[in-house]
């Protein structure tokens, strides 16, 4: 069973569209990321997921419970994480988790071993007696990743966690989903940092301006759009870099694609390293001073800019 | 044999000695009011309130005592009277204002939308709790009244009935408060603090000061029958008129799928024929039309700003009861449409109430409506239908109707004000007026000199805005059927 179905959802505000008849599936217990630049529609379709917003029109079920007649049972199943929430004055993180834990239905002594727990796992003891309005933003995205656990909900909706967190609370963040996703939830995640997602992710979603441009995992991306006849390499050499160019217009199975500060990319048209080999060898027997030859990596973020590049020409609408 | 020993039970993990400190608040206390004491009596407003009202009281007492006055008992019981009712009545009721508008403009709202707790409970709770800080306040002046009762002349029954009259009155106003806090714009909370403080601190002012309580300390003592029917009556209202907005502001923030229309309706009506009941049976019979009246402004404007039902699950219950439970839709369902219903059985309502009872006792011999009150019924329904059709004919699209029917009512309001400038340069040609007297103060300008012209006129003018509306209201009834018949088939489904 498909722990988060989107059939065909639309979201319009007065005239804008913000999702276009978006449908996709998340498996149980995987981990999917949802990326797409700011107003790519994340955020709207996460909204509609969490059960917070009402859609235009579509249908949107989370573990088989419909989000607009069955609200109150998709809610006990998600745990929400949005990207900026307030934090409430005069009152502390212990008693933050403990007003949340009360509205979750938790009493008693369960309610204080609940508590305990998340604070264990979101590493939220050492400021129990904090205000939580007056925290960094690393320890406030643990606050609300413990509120968000508080009711052990078997699918966890995070918008944009990683946003404005520095390095280390980064590296804790993704620490934190990685134990959870070992726990067997199901975690469909947004962010804008495509090489973390594509580390943690068994599945990955590309939407742009509301629609689905792409989706596998992070080596489908990776392969995207690319030539499986051809490879680009990174040439560096010293003198004028436009010797690369005229040398590349006189060789048969070498391609120009564009100059850089001391070199050019240029596309070899086999992915055999024999042969790179051999147009190395030919540039400095034809007198290049070449100081760097590599083949060129790609990551996501690259291939993700070509994608969208992809999508938005005229005759290329649709790429699934 | 051993193997039949059970494992022995795990021992709960030991509580860490930070989460052990959280038992200050028993688990039978909402959650939300659990949240809101602890938060709310952090805050400057409620330190600064309670501090200041000890110390004047304190250093009354004192002048009190030191004093040598025979009146002094009176004296101090209208102080404490005044200052409780300064902070029960008009400082309380202000904290209400931001309520939810502040978990709103949050987003912790949602986050708390998200848990088990229901719209109507985050907001009881809100109330609650301001309503418990009042009461913590009334606890403390009850030592100042203690002392005062040894300076001589006190009614102990009628001024503690007096003193928990005010705190009524101070929930009710708290619950008016915080239902409008549900509000995210403005221009709704700030009505209130604009209308609301000023004819707060005069009347409060009059009653204590001018008429140094004793007035007041009369109604209490409970000898008038009249009297206590009024006092009665004005406290059933003000109850209604609490439980009203705490119900409107639950509405605006619920989710599409709960219904909170049908049982407002229903509490409506039925308070409704409780206090016309009351009234029917006494001697202020001729009064009736106006309980009718009342109840119409209050179910006019929520009912008015309701967007149509778009959501199975609110229809299912009415499509299982069959033909009779859709027909009880027609009235119960929540939106305009229905509303428009039940605001023409209201005024039909009106009328026979009023040929029936005014100006006479129960169908007596004198003339019943006269033309004025009829000129006022028809204004009032005017009032409350023309925003309603400015609102569904050109701005059916806005998100907050609730916003652009008190944004409409409100400019009326100013647009009254250069009317009546126009008018009385173009030395007070009435005509002009007529013509926009769907604004209350226009109306309420023209209808101690109604003829039976105006009155047609004004019925007339009610009569094509009723019409459109049934017509935009048709489309809406449509939409429901259709609502209807997809729930059927899935109940069918569902039954296969």
Same mark, same amino acid.
């Given at each position: 069973?498909?722990?988060?179905?989107?059939?065909?959802?639309?979201?319009?505000?007065?005239?804008?569209?913000?999702?276009?008849?978006?449908?996709?599936?998340?498996?149980?217990?995987?981990?999917?990321?949802?990326?797409?630049?700011?107003?790519?529609?994340?955020?709207?379709?996460?909204?509609?997921?969490?059960?917070?917003?009402?859609?235009?029109?579509?249908?949107?079920?989370?573990?088989?419970?419909?989000?607009?007649?069955?609200?109150?049972?998709?809610?006990?199943?998600?745990?929400?994480?949005?990207?900026?929430?307030?934090?409430?004055?005069?009152?502390? #993180?212990? $008693?933050?988790? =403990?007003?949340? %834990?009360?509205?979750?239905?938790? *009493?008693? @002594?369960?309610?204080?071993?609940?508590? +305990?727990? #998340?604070? $264990?796992?979101? =590493?939220?003891? %050492?400021?129990?007696?904090?205000? *939580?309005? @007056?925290?960094?933003?690393?320890?406030? +995205?643990?606050?609300?990743?413990?509120?968000?656990?508080?009711?052990?909900?078997?699918?966890?909706?995070?918008?944009?966690?990683?946003?404005?967190?520095?390095?280390?609370?980064?590296?804790?963040?993704?620490?934190?989903?990685?134990?959870?996703?070992?726990?067997?939830?199901?975690i469909f995640i947004s962010s804008h940092i495509l090489s973390e997602l594509g580390e943690m992710c068994d599945h990955l979603l590309f939407v742009n301006e509301g629609r689905l441009v792409h989706q596998g995992d992070a080596r489908s991306l990776l392969n995207h759009g690319r030539d499986s006849l051809s490879t680009i390499y990174n040439v560096q050499l010293v003198g004028d870099p436009n010797q690369l160019v005229d040398w590349a217009a006189v060789n048969p199975h070498v391609e120009f694609v564009e100059v850089l500060k001391q070199g050019a990319r240029l596309k070899i048209d086999s992915i055999d390293p024999e042969k790179a080999a051999y147009v190395l060898s030919r540039m400095i027997s034809d007198g290049l001073k070449i100081s760097d030859f590599h083949l060129e990596a790609r990551n996501l973020e690259d291939a993700f800019i070509d994608l969208l590049q992809d999508v938005n020409k005229p005759s290329n609408q649709s790429l699934l | 044999m051993s193997d039949s020993t059970p494992p022995p039970i795990p021992a709960a993990p030991p509580i860490h000695p930070v989460v052990a400190a959280l038992s200050d608040f028993s688990d039978r206390i909402s959650p939300v009011m659990v949240k809101e004491l602890r938060q709310g009596m952090r805050t400057r407003a409620f330190t600064s309130i309670f501090l200041i009202l000890q110390v004047i009281l304190a250093f009354a007492m004192f002048l009190a005592l030191v004093a040598d006055s025979g009146n002094i008992g009176t004296s101090i019981s209208q102080m404490v009277f005044l200052l409780f009712a300064i902070v029960a009545l008009i400082l309380q009721p202000l904290r209400g204002t931001t309520a939810v508008a502040t978990e709103l403009k949050d987003a912790t709202f949602e986050i708390m939308s998200l848990t088990r707790l229901s719209s109507m409970r985050i907001v009881l709770g809100k109330w609650a709790s301001l309503v418990s800080q009042t009461a913590l306040m009334l606890a403390s002046i009850i030592p100042y009244l203690v002392m005062r009762y040894f300076f001589g002349g006190m009614q102990l029954f009628a001024e503690l009935a007096l003193l928990v009259t005010i705190f009524f009155l101070s929930a009710c106003l708290t619950a008016m408060t915080v239902g409008l806090s549900c509000n995210r714009a403005v221009i709704v909370r700030a009505l209130v603090p604009l209308f609301g403080v000023p004819f707060g601190l005069m009347g409060i002012m009059s009653l204590f000061i001018r008429s140094r309580g004793n007035n007041l300390i009369e109604v209490f003592t409970f000898q008038d029958p009249e009297t206590n029917l009024v006092l009665g009556i004005f406290l059933l209202l003000s109850l209604y008129a609490g439980y009203y907005f705490l119900e409107m502001g639950v509405s605006r923030i619920a989710r599409s799928a709960e219904n909170h229309a049908t049982r407002k309706r229903l509490v409506s009506l039925i308070l409704m024929a409780i206090t016309l009941g009351i009234f029917l049976s006494?001697?202020?019979?001729?009064?009736?039309?106006?309980?009718?009246?009342?109840?119409?402004?209050?179910?006019?404007?929520?009912?008015?700003?309701?967007?149509?039902?778009?959501?199975?699950?609110?229809?299912?219950?009415?499509?299982?009861?069959?033909?009779?439970?859709?027909?009880?839709?027609?009235?119960?369902?929540?939106?305009?449409?229905?509303?428009?219903?039940?605001?023409?059985?209201?005024?039909?309502?009106?009328?026979?109430?009023?040929?029936?009872?005014?100006?006479?006792?129960?169908?007596?011999?004198?003339?019943?409506?006269?033309?004025?009150?009829?000129?006022?019924?028809?204004?009032?329904?005017?009032?409350?239908?023309?925003?309603?059709?400015?609102?569904?004919?050109?701005?059916?699209?806005?998100?907050?109707?609730?916003?652009?029917?008190?944004?409409?009512?409100?400019?009326?309001?100013?647009?009254?004000?250069?009317?009546?400038?126009?008018?009385?340069?173009?030395?007070?040609?009435?005509?002009?007026?007529?013509?926009?007297?769907?604004?209350?103060?226009?109306?309420?300008?023209?209808?101690?000199?109604?003829?039976?012209?105006?009155?047609?006129?004004?019925?007339?003018?009610?009569?094509?805005?009723?019409?459109?509306?049934?017509?935009?209201?048709?489309?809406?009834?449509?939409?429901?059927?259709?609502?209807?018949?997809?729930?059927?088939?899935?109940?069918?489904?569902?039954?296969?």
């Amino acid at each position: 069973m498909s722990a988060i179905l989107v059939n065909n959802l639309t979201q319009k505000f007065g005239k804008f569209t913000a999702v276009d008849k978006l449908s996709f599936e998340v498996p149980k217990g995987s981990v999917c990321g949802f990326i797409g630049a700011n107003g790519a529609g994340k955020t709207t379709t996460m909204r509609v997921i969490a059960s917070l917003d009402y859609p235009t029109s579509g249908d949107v079920s989370v573990m088989g419970y419909d989000v607009i007649n069955y609200p109150a049972e998709v809610r006990s199943l998600i745990g929400w994480m949005p990207d900026h929430f307030g934090n409430y004055s005069h009152m502390t #993180v212990l $008693e933050y988790l =403990d007003f949340y %834990a009360r509205a979750l239905g938790y *009493s008693g @002594k369960e309610r204080q071993l609940r508590i +305990q727990e #998340v604070m $264990e796992f979101s =590493d939220l003891l %050492a400021i129990s007696d904090r205000f *939580s309005d @007056k925290l960094s933003k690393g320890m406030t +995205q643990r606050l609300g990743l413990g509120r968000a656990l508080l009711h052990d909900p078997e699918v966890l909706v995070m918008d944009e966690p990683a946003a404005g967190l520095d390095p280390k609370a980064r590296v804790e963040l993704k620490h934190l989903i990685r134990v959870l996703a070992e726990e067997g939830k199901t975690i469909f995640i947004s962010s804008h940092i495509l090489s973390e997602l594509g580390e943690m992710c068994d599945h990955l979603l590309f939407v742009n301006e509301g629609r689905l441009v792409h989706q596998g995992d992070a080596r489908s991306l990776l392969n995207h759009g690319r030539d499986s006849l051809s490879t680009i390499y990174n040439v560096q050499l010293v003198g004028d870099p436009n010797q690369l160019v005229d040398w590349a217009a006189v060789n048969p199975h070498v391609e120009f694609v564009e100059v850089l500060k001391q070199g050019a990319r240029l596309k070899i048209d086999s992915i055999d390293p024999e042969k790179a080999a051999y147009v190395l060898s030919r540039m400095i027997s034809d007198g290049l001073k070449i100081s760097d030859f590599h083949l060129e990596a790609r990551n996501l973020e690259d291939a993700f800019i070509d994608l969208l590049q992809d999508v938005n020409k005229p005759s290329n609408q649709s790429l699934l | 044999m051993s193997d039949s020993t059970p494992p022995p039970i795990p021992a709960a993990p030991p509580i860490h000695p930070v989460v052990a400190a959280l038992s200050d608040f028993s688990d039978r206390i909402s959650p939300v009011m659990v949240k809101e004491l602890r938060q709310g009596m952090r805050t400057r407003a409620f330190t600064s309130i309670f501090l200041i009202l000890q110390v004047i009281l304190a250093f009354a007492m004192f002048l009190a005592l030191v004093a040598d006055s025979g009146n002094i008992g009176t004296s101090i019981s209208q102080m404490v009277f005044l200052l409780f009712a300064i902070v029960a009545l008009i400082l309380q009721p202000l904290r209400g204002t931001t309520a939810v508008a502040t978990e709103l403009k949050d987003a912790t709202f949602e986050i708390m939308s998200l848990t088990r707790l229901s719209s109507m409970r985050i907001v009881l709770g809100k109330w609650a709790s301001l309503v418990s800080q009042t009461a913590l306040m009334l606890a403390s002046i009850i030592p100042y009244l203690v002392m005062r009762y040894f300076f001589g002349g006190m009614q102990l029954f009628a001024e503690l009935a007096l003193l928990v009259t005010i705190f009524f009155l101070s929930a009710c106003l708290t619950a008016m408060t915080v239902g409008l806090s549900c509000n995210r714009a403005v221009i709704v909370r700030a009505l209130v603090p604009l209308f609301g403080v000023p004819f707060g601190l005069m009347g409060i002012m009059s009653l204590f000061i001018r008429s140094r309580g004793n007035n007041l300390i009369e109604v209490f003592t409970f000898q008038d029958p009249e009297t206590n029917l009024v006092l009665g009556i004005f406290l059933l209202l003000s109850l209604y008129a609490g439980y009203y907005f705490l119900e409107m502001g639950v509405s605006r923030i619920a989710r599409s799928a709960e219904n909170h229309a049908t049982r407002k309706r229903l509490v409506s009506l039925i308070l409704m024929a409780i206090t016309l009941g009351i009234f029917l049976s006494s001697d202020a019979i001729a009064g009736s039309i106006f309980v009718v009246l009342f109840f119409t402004c209050f179910i006019g404007l929520d009912v008015c700003t309701e967007d149509a039902v778009g959501v199975p699950r609110v229809v299912a219950p009415f499509v299982r009861k069959g033909p009779i439970g859709r027909l009880l839709g027609y009235i119960l369902y929540p939106g305009w449409h229905t509303g428009l219903v039940v605001l023409t059985g209201l005024f039909f309502l009106t009328i026979f109430v009023g040929e029936a009872t005014y100006k006479r006792g129960w169908l007596g011999s004198n003339p019943g409506l006269t033309e004025e009150l009829i000129f006022v019924i028809i204004g009032i329904f005017y009032t409350i239908l023309t925003p309603l059709l400015i609102l569904r004919r050109f701005a059916a699209r806005i998100s907050n109707p609730f916003t652009t029917y008190i944004g409409i009512l409100v400019l009326s309001g100013i647009f009254t004000i250069l009317l009546m400038i126009l008018t009385s340069v173009s030395r007070g040609d009435e005509a002009i007026l007529l013509l926009f007297a769907w604004i209350p103060g226009v109306w309420m300008l023209i209808a101690d000199n109604a003829s039976g012209g105006e009155v047609l006129f004004m019925g007339f003018l009610l009569a094509i805005v009723w019409v459109i509306l049934v017509v935009l209201a048709a489309q809406e009834f449509r939409n429901t059927r259709s609502l209807e018949a997809r729930v059927r088939d899935l109940l069918n489904n569902d039954a296969a």
